[in-house]
């Protein structure tokens, strides 16, 4: 996890929750592909 481009992004704590929510359903989405392509 990239924790300067993520504050960046996130910048104004009043959309912080939105914006996480949204990285977590990225985050788990590609974590999945991830873990199906390399048969882990």
Known sequence: MKGF???IL???KKNSF???E???CI???VYS???RHYNL
């Open 10 to 12: 996130v910048g104004n």
């Open 33 to 35: 592909i991830d873990l």
């Open 18 to 20: 939105v914006i996480e």
């Open 27 to 29: 985050f788990y989405f």
């Open 5 to 7: 481009e993520y504050k």
């Open 22 to 24: 949204f990285f977590l």
